[in-house]
C-alpha cells in the first residue's frame, strides 16, 4: 500500500495530500480494481442474457451475511462469499438439469434467497435495520485486505479471458455448438458464476444491494452501442465502467450522497450518450 500512497500524494486534491484521509485512497483504489472487473464480467452477463441473475447473486450474498451474522461471525463477509458460491453453483446445476429457461430459474432461486435473508434476519424478534447499510453501500469503508482479493480475482479474470475467450463467448452464443466442439460447456458456466458470485458479495457493502445489478448491466449494455467487434465491446465497457467509477466517487465525495448510485447515474448517462449517437 505504501507505492500506492506514494502515488497518489502526487494528485491535486486535498484529500491526497500526504499523511490524511487513507479512507479516500483506499476507496480510489477500490474503484480502479473494482471498475474494470464489473466491465469485463457485464460483457459475460449481458451477452448470456443473464441480466438478473447478478441480482439473485445479491440476494443470496445478504442471505449469506445474515447466516454469519446469526451463527456469531466476526467478518460474516466470508459466509456470504461461500454462501453465494454455493448459490452459483446450484443454480448451474437445476439450470442444466431442467428444461425451464433461465429467467424462470434465476426467478425461483433469486425469491427464495431473499425470503430466506429476510427471515433469517429477523428470526427471533431481532431488527433488520442493522442490514440497512447493505442497500446503499458505503465505498469509503473498503478495507484493503478486500482490495487485495478483488485484485486477485481481477488478474484471475483477465488470465481467463486470455486463455478462453473464444470458448466463452461460443459457449453463450451457442451452448450445443460449444458442447459439439468439444468445449465443457457447464465448467465455463460455472467458473464464470462463481467469479460474479465473489465480486458482487464483496462489493455488496461498498456499492449497495440496490444497484449492484446495474454496475453489471449497463457497461456492456453502453458498449454494444458504439462497439463494432468483440475488441471494441469489451474495451468500451471497461473503459465506460472506469471513468464511470472514478467519476461517480469524486461526485460522491465533493456533493456527498451514495457513490454506487453515483456511478450508477454516470453509467446511465453513458447509456444514453451511446444510444444517441450509435448511427453515427
Do not use: C
Not at 91 to 116: E, H, M, P, Q, Y
Not at 219 to 224: D, G, H, K, L, N
Request: hydrophobic letters at 60%.
Amino acid at each position: 500500500m505504501e507505492l500506492w500512497y506514494t502515488l497518489v500524494d502526487l494528485l491535486p486534491f486535498e484529500w491526497a495530500q500526504p499523511g490524511q484521509m487513507y479512507f479516500m485512497k483506499h476507496a480510489l483504489l477500490a474503484v480502479l480494481v473494482i471498475t474494470p472487473l464489473f466491465g469485463i464480467l457485464s460483457t459475460m452477463v449481458v451477452h448470456s442474457r443473464m441480466s438478473f441473475f447478478s441480482d439473485a447473486l445479491g440476494h443470496s450474498a445478504f442471505t449469506g451475511m445474515a447466516i454469519g451474522a446469526l451463527w456469531g461471525f466476526h467478518e460474516p463477509t466470508w459466509a456470504a462469499v461461500v454462501f453465494a458460491i454455493l448459490f452459483a453453483l446450484l443454480f448451474n446445476l437445476v439450470k442444466r438439469r431442467s428444461a425451464l429457461a433461465s429467467d424462470t430459474v434465476i426467478g425461483v432461486f433469486s425469491s427464495t434467497a431473499v425470503a430466506l435473508g429476510i427471515f433469517l434476519s429477523t428470526l427471533g424478534g431481532r431488527s433488520f435495520t442493522r442490514f440497512n447499510s447493505l442497500l446503499i453501500g458505503d465505498i469509503l469503508s473498503v478495507e484493503p485486505e478486500k482490495i487485495g482479493v478483488l485484485a486477485l480475482i481481477l488478474a484471475l479474470v483477465a488470465g481467463l479471458w486470455a486463455v478462453s475467450f473464444d470458448q466463452l463467448m461460443l459457449s453463450a452464443v451457442h451452448p450445443a455448438l460449444a458442447d459439439s466442439r468439444g468445449i465443457r460447456v457447464f465448467w465455463q458456466e460455472t467458473v464464470f458464476s462463481m467469479a460474479i458470485a465473489v465480486v458482487v458479495t464483496l462489493s455488496m457493502t461498498w456499492v449497495g444491494l440496490l444497484v449492484i445489478n446495474s454496475l453489471l448491466v449497463l457497461p456492456a449494455a453502453a458498449a454494444r452501442n458504439l462497439a463494432r467487434n468483440m475488441w471494441q465491446y469489451h474495451f468500451f465497457s471497461l473503459l465506460g465502467a472506469l471513468l464511470a467509477g472514478i467519476a461517480g466517487l469524486m461526485t460522491s465525495y465533493y456533493v456527498g450522497g451514495s457513490a454506487g448510485a453515483a456511478i450508477t447515474l454516470y453509467l446511465a448517462l453513458w447509456f444514453a450518450v451511446t444510444f444517441l449517437v450509435r448511427k453515427r
